[in-house]
Nanobody
Framework: QVQVVESGGGLVQAGGSLRLSCTASGSSISTMGWYRQAPGKQRELVAAISGGNTNYADSVKGRFTISRDNAKNTMYLQMNSLKPEDTAIYYC?????????WGRGTQVTVSS
């Protein structure tokens, strides 16, 4: 079993920045990613990182940066130029041997 814990959410004004962190237990973790779910909407992929490859949702390209510290099994999401539409619960997802594990989520609220 992989334990996944997110941190770093909070309330910020539009144009501000936040950095989310996700730490996973265990080894042999391949892909790590951030998803978000706003009220009344489906959960969507924000960004993911696997090896040296990253991918981003079009809505966050140029504003968010995903990174990973493999030694610490920790992933980060630097979020700049935040917009009210970025408000959501952000979930960390990790993949190990084909199985997906989720954190409980961290709330990000961007005020206008």
């Amino acid at each position: 079993q992989v334990q996944v814990v997110e941190s770093g959410g909070g309330l910020v004004q539009a144009g501000g920045s936040l950095r989310l962190s996700c730490t996973a237990s265990g080894s042999s973790i391949s892909t790590m990613g951030w998803y978000r779910q706003a009220p009344g909407k489906q959960r969507e992929l924000v960004a993911a990182i696997s090896g040296g490859n990253t991918n981003y949702a079009d809505s966050v390209k140029g504003r968010f940066t995903i990174s990973r510290d493999n030694a610490k099994n920790t992933m980060y999401l630097q979020m700049n130029s935040l917009k009210p539409e970025d408000t959501a619960i952000y979930y960390c997802n990790v993949v190990r041997w084909g199985a997906h594990y989720w954190g409980r989520g961290t709330q990000v609220t961007v005020s206008s």
